[in-house]
């Protein structure tokens, strides 16, 4: 294991084949247990290596990608796109941490930066689609303010998926909930304290 911290970066065309391979081992092994069979036995890593080379070439200024590295090595990424929907104006796509290094922190690095690049460009509802049996995957995007919208009976993976929200109450909503858990954490520090 490393002992270098992963660093959170502004991603660029020169990442496309390190993101291709990292969302296909994930796709591989992350959701193997969620997906159909036939999806995850179905998938070519030159497509995605084509998506995402066509993702950089015609990124505009309402979309950001980011990307974690550990050790100069890509092993993390989530994008923000704009999204032409009357219910939504962006979503969340792409957020994967390598198989192996999950549960340290890394995807929280990439959502906070995300969530940072949402407010910068003033969307208002943001939507993002998980499988719905990935409950791990959902208590994550749970703990960093996603609230479920509606389930719908079949995604891209060919398993029922549920979409989740972050709107612009939220951020509010999230404020205090942070304000309470410190405000909480220093009542404690100081009943011990004293
Ligand atoms: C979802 C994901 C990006 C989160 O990144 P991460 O680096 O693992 O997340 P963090 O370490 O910052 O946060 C961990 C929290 O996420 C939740 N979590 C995520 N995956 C989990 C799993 N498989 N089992 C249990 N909890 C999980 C837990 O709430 C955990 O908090 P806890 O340790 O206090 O219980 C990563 O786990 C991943 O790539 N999963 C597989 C691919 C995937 O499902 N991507 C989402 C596509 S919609």
Same mark, same amino acid.
């Given at each position: 294991?490393?002992?270098?911290?992963?660093?959170?970066?502004?991603?660029?065309?020169?990442?496309?084949?390190?993101?291709?391979?990292?969302?296909?081992?994930?796709?591989?092994?992350?959701?193997?247990?969620?997906?159909?069979?036939?999806?995850?036995?179905?998938?070519?890593?030159?497509?995605?290596?084509?998506?995402?080379?066509?993702?950089?070439?015609?990124?505009?200024?309402?979309?950001?990608?980011? /990307?974690?590295? $550990?050790? =100069?090595? #890509?092993? %993390?990424?989530?994008? !923000?796109?704009?999204?032409?929907?009357?219910?939504?104006? +962006?979503?969340?796509?792409?957020?994967?941490?390598?198989?192996?290094?999950?549960?340290?922190?890394?995807?929280?690095?990439?959502?906070?930066?995300?969530?940072?690049?949402?407010?910068?460009?003033?969307?208002?509802?943001?939507?993002?689609?998980?499988?719905?049996?990935?409950?791990?995957?959902?208590?994550?995007?749970?703990?960093?303010?996603?609230?479920? /919208?509606?389930? $719908?009976? =079949?995604? #891209?993976? %060919?398993?029922?998926? !549920?979409?989740?929200?972050?709107?612009?109450?939220?951020? +509010?909503?999230?404020?205090?909930?942070?304000?309470?858990?410190?405000?909480?954490?220093?009542?404690?520090?100081?009943?011990?304290?004293?």
């Amino acid at each position: 294991m490393s002992k270098e911290l992963p660093v959170v970066r502004q991603a660029n065309a020169y990442d496309a084949a390190s993101i291709a391979r990292l969302i296909h081992r994930s796709h591989t092994i992350s959701f193997a247990p969620f997906a159909l069979e036939e999806w995850v036995g179905s998938r070519d890593i030159e497509e995605y290596r084509s998506k995402w080379q066509s993702v950089f070439d015609t990124a505009g200024d309402n979309e950001d990608t980011y /990307v974690a590295t $550990l050790d =100069d090595t #890509v092993v %993390g990424s989530v994008r !923000v796109a704009q999204l032409q929907s009357s219910e939504f104006d +962006a979503q969340l796509v792409g957020m994967h941490v390598e198989p192996g290094l999950t549960g340290r922190g890394i995807g929280s690095l990439l959502m906070n930066r995300a969530k940072v690049f949402i407010e910068e460009q003033g969307f208002s509802r943001v939507e993002l689609g998980v499988i719905a049996a990935n409950t791990g995957t959902r208590r994550f995007y749970e703990t960093h303010g996603w609230l479920l /919208v509606r389930e $719908l009976a =079949d995604g #891209v993976e %060919g398993v029922p998926v !549920v979409i989740y929200e972050l709107g612009p109450g939220r951020y +509010a909503a999230l404020a205090d909930r942070h304000a309470e858990h410190s405000a909480s954490k220093q009542r404690t520090l100081h009943d011990t304290e004293s």
